[in-house]
């Protein structure tokens, strides 16, 4: 049984073949690539289920022993580092996961990628995208980054794999580079994949550091030799001091170092603002980078460096809770910003920030298990929502051209015609009433829809997040425990939101009225993820629950808790609770309940606002800028220079509004009233020292971002002269022992 | 011993100097060829043969004569300022001799874990026979490197077609 | 060993500042390069006496030096084939006219 696993390092190959084959060979025979990518994949995924399944049936054993494979990679300094692949329990699960939900959307993009509307009709030749090839060779390129991720034994490995997932998702983001919008604030594919790429590297850059650290403390990467119990002991027990902060537990800088990495991947707030502009790129790489795969691999680093964090917890217990904080506030705070936004694919971006979240509060509070579970979970559910969603669009818009071409007389009034100049597929205001159109598409996205929320006892999304609330309850974290479950209330209100607004009610456009169901190669991928969006979860019921619980045994929860008590964190099954297991039944019934109530029973009309917009007002529109993230960032397409520019330029900005409508505001109301009392105060105070104070911040701040700017001169010769002066400060610094 | 490597240095760092200072860019082509040449017998001086003698080959032997190629056939299109500096040149020069200096200051307080002892005397073999073996594979990716980075050079300095 | 090694490495640095200087001053994009040859001389002498005075045993020093050659030729190889380019789009080879890079 053990020969299987040395199947193990030949996972990520197939593709890494097919890519090189396409761009290489293949490239003119759109199918032929396509078909050699799918093939490509499938192989790994037997692959990658033999292995899995050969774990599964033999976990007793291999948890306490498990496979690892690894030749001498590169001589280094004090001994030789070792590349190879281990499988744990969590590669196992991941594993069984990855590579089938990436077969499922391979074969899913074999029908989605058609000829795109945006271009000239006249090129279109074979109904195919004319990158269509190119499009399966980046996709396999990045099937390989994942696989490899996941089998990887060591850190330098996963994070080389890390990158070439990044490198694919900003060429897959930007895979449309050429479509402009009417709207110059309208983000497009191009300037979606820069934003992508650049906001996860602020996050890559600190994961390196935390690997350079960590390499640095113990001479080692990989994953099993750090685990010892007496490397931990070593790491939390070491001190490495931080300029002006004071010396911290090795452990907990290195794990905050590394949760950094995890944040930019995983769009974590405050780095979570390139994830839903990553929609721009086509819907199955939406589902590819954005739900099953690439987010999660932050998700997955944390998972798997949890050893490092608990022992940072034993220390000083402040990398765990950073973790639970950003976690639980990232599922809030995502959430609500889900309910404000139109665009069908949008919602779902949001909504897998916010999930995200939920499996980093998990990890935050200990819930090891718990995290793992949904995760795996929230990758089958989240993948169908992000395909149905696709089919959706692609259904509107083959409606929108029959009605165009159909009825080509038909409306000339001024709305219309704006209308007909750009038409929205995605937005979820030109839909309703799709569940006839289409009713494939229809019920798969419910019943993902209904996973997502939590739809009680049935669904795969209910016993994973109930595992979570489970958790933060019996470990006493109430605070994370509401915002959890308010973030589910939310959760479960704005997918219904979507479902009754695309599929229910009348059409209320003509472009939906005329909606055709999308080809068996994209239904039936939907039909088997539907399948596993309710099934899969059954794996994870607990043991003490009435029924189902005994005679199923929670085979996921035993071998997951087994490897926890392998890597000595701490597990204990939890013991049957009540609290949690109603809340969550009340906030998921509760919010689709309300969603009905709001968009259900009376359904929205064709040009009708939403009715939130009337009863949340301001905070509506609020929420529909996303809390005004993307402004406070600067990354507005029309204003586009150096990062660090845009940010003295956005401080001046706001310290002058501040200037002229607070601080003013409250000096003038002041002066204003002891003006007769206290002339010669307000002469000699007010304006001397309080504007002149309030001023003077302003001004400085101006004058920051005018002479940043002229930094940025373009000449390769003068950053290196800039480089030099750090690297001067630098070696002052460390020579003179500061 | 200490005077043959204090002139030798000197010689290098007067080449060196040479080089980034001679108006004339030929000029300045054939200093660098001398301070690779001093640099070769510093090698030697530390009893790297066999690296001195891959220096000549290579550095003076290939990469110079490349430079001196590159100068030549473009000369018409370098002005007669060809070897001129520009306008932050000041600011360099004290930022070069600030870094040396703080480098000294480093090099002179550091302790290293020097150990006297004898150059190996299969030292050329070893070298052979390390980079078939352990360094096999960095061996390979520098193969792999010079290949890419010669096709690339081809592909970048080749004149596009006018049919594309 | 009558010569410390630390004359080595300050020779090393001496080299590396210059050639470093010229990487910074010089108009020219050859004349730079040729900057940035010197520097990575310097390294190799690093590197050469790091091995005969710290580990003279085994010979990690002197193959890192040969690795350093190798990506010194593709170095060359490329940057002055990047400057022929270079000049025909832009019509220059003066390193402070090249300024692609301004936002």
Request: some cysteine; glycine content about 8%; charged content about 10%.
């Amino acid at each position: 049984m053990t020969n299987v696993f040395n199947l193990t390092w030949l996972i990520p190959i197939p593709p890494l073949l097919a890519f090189f084959a396409i761009i290489l060979f293949t490239n003119p025979h759109k199918r032929l690539s396509s078909n050699l990518a799918i093939g490509a994949v499938a192989l790994s995924w037997v692959m990658s289920w033999l292995v899995a399944f050969a774990y599964f049936g033999n976990w007793h054993v291999l948890v306490e022993e498990p496979f690892a494979l690894s030749l001498p990679w590169l001589p280094t300094g004090t001994g030789v580092f070792r590349m190879g692949v281990a499988v744990d329990a969590v590669t196992a699960v991941m594993l069984f996961m990855v590579g089938f939900v990436l077969t499922m959307i391979f074969i899913y993009s074999h029908g989605y990628m058609t000829f795109p509307g945006y271009l000239d009709p006249a090129l279109n030749t074979d109904g195919l995208d004319p990158r269509y090839s190119r499009f399966f060779a980046y996709i396999s390129l990045f099937a390989t980054g994942m696989l490899g991720l996941v089998v990887a034994d060591n850190l330098l490995m996963l994070f080389v794999f890390w990158e070439i997932m990044g490198l694919c998702s900003y060429l897959l983001i930007g895979f449309w580079f050429d479509k402009t919008y009417p709207d110059p604030n309208q983000i497009t594919p191009k300037q979606a994949g820069l934003k992508a790429f650049l906001t996860t590297r602020i996050g890559d850059v600190l994961l390196m550091i935390g690997l350079l650290l960590l390499f640095i403390m113990t001479g080692e990467l990989n994953f099993q030799a750090i685990f010892k119990p007496e490397v931990l002991e070593h790491l939390a027990e070491s001190h490495l001091a931080i300029p002006f902060l004071g010396a911290f537990s090795a452990a907990v800088v290195i794990a905050i170092f590394i949760f950094w990495g995890a944040i930019g991947k995983s769009a974590q707030f405050p780095l979570h603002v390139w994830l839903p502009d990553a929609m721009e790129g086509p819907t199955p790489v939406s589902a590819l980078i954005h739900a099953a795969t690439m987010v999660s691999a932050g998700v997955y680093l944390i998972i798997r460096m949890q050893p490092l964090f608990a022992a940072a917890h034993h220390g000083e217990n402040g990398a765990m809770l950073f973790v639970a904080f950003i976690g639980a506030f990232t599922a809030l705070f995502a959430a609500t910003i889900a309910l404000a936004q139109n665009d069908i694919k949008k919602v779902l971006a949001y909504s897998t920030v916010s999930q995200l979240g939920y499996m980093f509060a998990a990890l935050g509070i200990g819930a090891w298990v718990a995290a793992t579970f949904h995760l795996i979970m929230h990758a089958f559910f989240k993948a169908l929502l992000f395909l149905g969603s696709g089919s959706v669009i692609h259904g509107v818009e083959h409606g929108h051209h029959h009605a165009q071409h159909g009825h080509g007389e038909h409306g000339h009034g001024h709305h219309d015609e704006h209308h007909e100049a750009y038409f929205d597929p995605q937005d979820m205001r030109n839909m309703g009433g799709l569940l006839r159109r289409m009713p494939a598409t229809g019920w798969t996205f419910i019943i993902g829809a209904a996973a997502l929320s939590g739809f009680p006892l049935v669904t795969a999304g209910f016993w994973s997040k109930d595992e979570i609330l489970a958790d933060a309850w019996y470990t006493g974290h109430t605070l994370v425990f509401w915002t959890l479950a308010a973030a589910a209330l939310l959760t479960a209100f704005y997918s219904f939101r979507q479902v009754f607004m695309t599929f229910f009610g009348k059409p209320r456009t003509e472009a939906a009225a005329h909606a055709v169901e999308s080809t068996r190669s994209m239904t039936v991928p939907l039909m088997i993820l539907a399948v596993f969006a309710i099934a899969a979860g059954w794996v994870g019921i607990p043991e003490w629950f009435p029924g189902v619980g005994a005679i199923l045994g929670n085979p996921l929860g035993t071998m997951l808790g087994a490897q926890a008590e392998a890597y000595h964190l701490h597990h204990k099954p939890l013991p049957p609770q009540s609290v949690p297991l109603l809340v969550s039944i009340v906030v998921s019934l509760g919010g689709i309940f309300l969603a009905w109530l709001v968009y259900g029973r009376k359904p929205l009309e064709a040009g009708q606002p939403d009715p939130l917009e009337r009863w949340l007002g301001p905070i509506y529109t609020v929420l529909r800028h996303k809390y005004y993230f993307d402004e406070l960032y600067g990354s507005l397409p029309n204003v586009r220079p150096a990062l660090i520019l845009r940010f003295a330029l956005w401080l001046t900005a706001v310290l002058r509004a501040f200037d002229t409508y607070v601080i003013d505001g409250i000096v003038n109301a002041v002066g204003n009233f002891g003006r007769r009392f206290a002339r010669a105060l307000r002469l000699f105070f007010d304006e001397l020292f309080v504007d002149g104070a309030v001023n003077g911040t302003g001004f400085v701040a101006q004058v920051a971002g005018s002479v940043l700017r002229l930094v940025q001169t373009g000449q390769v010769q003068f950053y290196l002269l800039i480089v030099l002066l750090g690297v001067l400060a630098f070696l002052a610094f460390v020579q003179l022992g500061l | 011993m200490p005077m043959i490597f204090l002139f030798l240095a000197l010689l290098t760092v007067v080449m060196a100097i040479g080089t980034v200072t001679a108006r004339n860019l030929f000029h300045a082509a054939l200093f660098l060829v001398g301070a690779f040449f001093g640099v070769a017998t510093i090698y030697v001086l530390l009893e790297a043969e066999f690296l001195a003698v891959s220096q000549i080959i290579i550095y003076i032997g290939a990469i110079a004569t490349l430079i001196v190629f590159a100068i030549m056939l473009s000369r018409s299109m370098m002005g007669r300022e060809a070897g001129g500096y520009n306008r932050f040149w000041v600011a360099a020069a004290v930022g070069a001799a600030a870094l040396l200096a703080l480098l000294a200051w480093v090099l002179t307080t550091v302790p290293f874990p020097v150990v006297d002892q004898p150059v190996p005397a299969d030292a050329i073999s070893q070298i052979g026979a390390g980079l078939v073996g352990p360094y096999v594979i960095p061996f390979e990716v520098a193969s792999v490197l010079l290949v890419v980075a010669l096709i690339g050079a081809v592909m970048i300095a080749r004149e596009r077609h006018r049919q594309r | 060993m009558t010569i410390p090694l630390s004359w080595y490495l300050l020779l090393a640095a001496t080299l590396f500042c210059i050639g470093f200087f010229g990487v910074l001053s010089r108009r020219n994009a050859v004349a730079a390069l040729m900057g940035v040859e010197l520097m990575l001389n310097a390294v190799n002498i690093n590197l050469v006496g790091f091995w005969r005075y710290v580990r003279p045993a085994d010979l990690t020093g002197q193959i890192f030096a040969i690795f350093v050659l190798a990506v010194a030729a593709a170095e060359a190889a490329v940057g002055l084939a990047l400057m022929i380019a270079i000049y025909r789009t832009r019509r220059t080879i003066n390193v402070d006219e090249i300024d692609l890079l301004k936002g």
